[in-house]
């Protein structure tokens, strides 16, 4: 991993998290228990700190920057953009944005390609859609089946990686 210290802050990483050699964490960063950080990730805390909660994922080519923070038991998919809160238990889909001061409720699924634009406030539950997101509903049975698989997969994973050297710091 490519670790750079800015402002008088190193990034700080719990040692059960799997943290891929391709990826950045800049500044005031921190990564909980458990959690992953893929290839491509840039994380980058240089405007104040990031935190990454225990037992979250942040996939492939995803940047977290600005106000970003994660929850606890999240998921980030592939090629997101977050630079505001995400809650616990939440799914952000693959290529979703979530912008600056935008806050996403806990157990909230936001869809792929969704735009959660600057300021928006998500309340638990929610599921939403669109560019320029909307809140289409509150988050369905089937979302939540969606949702259980993924984490405890990621977690899977991640111990499994770490099981075969792979990353390991």
């Not at 700080?12 to 998290?17: I, Q, T």
């Not at 990730?41 to 080519?61: C, L, Q, T």
């Not at 998919?77 to 693959?94: A, F, K, Q």
């Not at 638990?124 to 809140?135: E, H, L, W």
Request: proline share 4%; aromatic share 6%; with cysteine.
């Amino acid at each position: 991993m490519i670790v750079v210290s800015f402002g008088g802050k190193t990034p700080k990483v719990a040692a059960s998290a799997l943290v891929a050699d391709s990826a950045c964490l800049i500044g005031d960063v921190e990564v909980g228990e458990n959690s992953s950080i893929w290839p491509g990730v840039v994380i980058r805390a240089d405007i104040r700190p990031i935190r990454v909660g225990s037992n979250s994922h942040i996939e492939d080519n995803t940047v977290l920057h600005g106000y970003a923070c994660v929850g606890d038991n999240t998921l980030v998919g592939h090629g997101c953009v977050v630079e505001g809160s995400v809650g616990s238990g939440t799914l952000v889909s693959n290529g979703a944005s979530v912008l600056l001061g935008a806050e996403i409720g806990d157990s909230c699924l936001v869809a792929a390609n969704a735009v959660v634009t600057e300021n928006t406030k998500v309340p638990d539950r929610s599921f939403v859609a669109g560019v320029p997101a909307k809140i289409k509903g509150q988050v369905a049975q089937s979302h939540i089946e969606k949702m259980d698989f993924y984490v405890p997969y990621y977690d899977a994973l991640v111990k499994e990686y770490k099981k075969q050297g792979i990353w390991n710091r």
